[in-house]
T-cell receptor, first 113, second 113 residues
Framework: DAGVIQSPRHEVTEMGQEVTLRCKPISGHNSLFWYRQTMMRGLELLIYFNNNVPIDDSGMPEDRFSAKMPNASFSTLKIQPSEPRDSAVYFC???????????FGQGTRLTVV | DAKTTQPTSMDCAEGRAANLPCNHSTISGNEYVYWYRQIHSQGPQYIIHGLKNNETNEMASLIITEDRKSSTLILPHATLRDTAVYYCIVRVHSGGSNYKLTFGKGTLLTVNP
């Protein structure tokens, strides 16, 4: 298996633009997590899904952020409109519910100028 | 949620054992201790987990005190590639079989030649 695949790896956008980050979890996994990492705040859990259903979105910073999981093999994290303070590395992770090991993707480095 | 406390940084000589401590004095009886690490510019990687017994795998050993208020991750023969931030995490539950991993600041382990 290729592991968790995130795209794009790098994204540079202007303030006010819409940004969409994509994630393909490991085949067969039924739990998916979105994290954001910055120097100031470290790794923050934004939202996670079980069986394509959002379970906990308490970490989503504000209404500008939204996440979807239309099927078991794809998820998106959208920021609209983007702001410079959204600049961070965004990680997606997946695993089997109740299993111990979560697998992380390589991340998307987002820069909003 | 049980919180963890780790030293900000540690050094270790290559080939020696690296012992990374973690305090989790408010851990509940059914909460597990997990260890992940993050090598620079990569996504976090699962290392090991345990409930109350000591655990060992091909990467590391986990020693949990009898009162479960603290634990130590042991890398028996550290190499330069083990230089990373190591996160000690207590697994929390958010209803039913759902859970989430909440990362703290971690310990930056630097393995020196």
């Amino acid at each position: 298996d290729a592991g968790v695949i995130q795209s794009p790896r790098h994204e540079v956008t202007e303030m006010g633009q819409e940004v969409t980050l994509r994630c393909k979890p490991i085949s067969g996994h039924n739990s998916l997590f979105w994290y954001r990492q910055t120097m100031m705040r470290g790794l923050e859990l934004l939202i996670y899904f079980n069986n394509n259903v959002p379970i906990d979105d308490s970490g989503m910073p504000e209404d500008r952020f939204s996440a979807k999981m239309p099927n078991a093999s794809f998820s998106t994290l959208k920021i609209q409109p983007s702001e410079p303070r959204d600049s961070a590395v965004y990680f997606c992770a997946s695993n089997l519910i109740r299993h111990t090991e979560a697998f992380f993707g390589q991340g998307t480095r987002l820069t909003v100028v | 949620d049980a919180k963890t406390t780790q030293p900000t940084s540690m050094d270790c000589a290559e080939g020696r054992a690296a012992n990374l401590p973690c305090n989790h004095s408010t851990i509940s009886g059914n909460e597990y201790v997990y260890w992940y690490r993050q090598i620079h510019s990569q996504g976090p990687q699962y290392i090991i987990h345990g409930l109350k017994n000591n655990e060992t795998n091909e990467m590391a050993s986990l020693i949990i005190t009898e009162d479960r208020k603290s634990s130590t991750l042991i890398l028996p023969h550290a190499t330069l590639r083990d230089t990373a931030v190591y996160y000690c995490i207590v697994r929390v539950h958010s209803g039913g079989s759902n859970y989430k991993l909440t990362f703290g600041k971690g310990t930056l382990l630097t393995v020196n030649p």
